[in-house]
């Protein structure tokens, strides 16, 4: 069965420190990985995905499926990426269903 | 309209109180799912439609709870005889496409939330 796991509830950083939220999956296929967001009383949207290997506001993420991980990192955190942060797994078998993770909300301190 | 629209924003429900959630989506967006996010959960997807049909309903938790959208564009979310248990807030999604391709058409409204007292 797929599963997300994101082991941190709450993660605290600095302004300008590094930050990374932990990602973890159990999918026996080929999974495409995002990451949602959701700011203080907006709606929750899409950050990023896997395929497209960008990076958005200055976060990446990089799919190891050695590891079954999907880490978002940032190398300097702003007080604007303070926020929620949802992890989510698509099946290659079935792309109208998202899998999401129970979140992580980012805290960055000034 | 410019985005998916929920109502109400809040509901409050009587245990064994029959409540109906309304969606509407973007115009003219084909996909529209619900999804039921518990306190401190992340969402948990309830069921998918493409126009008019419903093509998964895996996710509806229980014989109570019934999904429609007859005219391929407002759904609503009906949840009969609320337990406690289906206190939560409830996201409705559409999306301009059908496939795998795009995600980027997957666009959430703001919820409603459900308190069953």
């Known amino acids: 069965a797929q599963r997300v796991t994101q082991p941190e509830k709450l993660l605290s950083v600095f302004k300008g420190a590094p930050v990374e939220l932990k990602c973890n999956y159990s999918?026996?296929?080929?999974?495409?990985l995002f990451w949602y967001v959701q700011y203080s009383r907006q709606r929750l949207q899409l950050l990023l995905r896997?395929?497209s290997r960008e990076s958005i506001k200055g976060f990446t993420a990089d799919l190891n499926k050695g590891e079954t991980s999907f880490h978002l990192k940032k190398p300097f955190a702003q007080e604007e990426d303070s926020a929620m942060y949802y992890c989510?797994?698509?099946?290659?078998?079935?792309?109208?269903?998202?899998?999401f993770g129970s979140g992580t909300k980012l805290n960055v301190k000034p | 309209g410019a985005g998916v629209s929920q109502s109400p924003r809040y509901k409050v429900a009587k245990r064994g109180q029959d409540v109906a959630l309304r969606c509407d989506p973007i115009?003219?967006?084909?996909?529209l799912f619900w999804y039921q996010q518990a306190l401190g959960q992340g969402p948990e997807f309830l069921t998918y439609?493409?126009?008019?049909?419903?093509?998964?309903k895996s996710g509806l938790p229980s014989d109570r709870f019934f999904a429609e959208r007859p005219e391929g564009s407002v759904s609503t979310l009906k949840i009969q005889r609320t337990q406690q248990e289906d206190s939560a807030v409830y996201l409705c999604a559409s999306s301009s496409r059908t496939g795998q391709a795009d995600n980027y058409g997957y666009t959430f409204g703001s919820g409603t939330r459900l308190t069953v007292v």
């Open positions: 896997h395929i």
């Open positions: 115009s003219g967006h084909v996909s």
């Open positions: 999918y026996s296929g080929s999974p495409e």
């Open positions: 989510a797994l698509r099946a290659q078998y079935n792309f109208n269903k998202f899998y």
């Open positions: 439609f493409q126009n008019e049909a419903q093509l998964d």
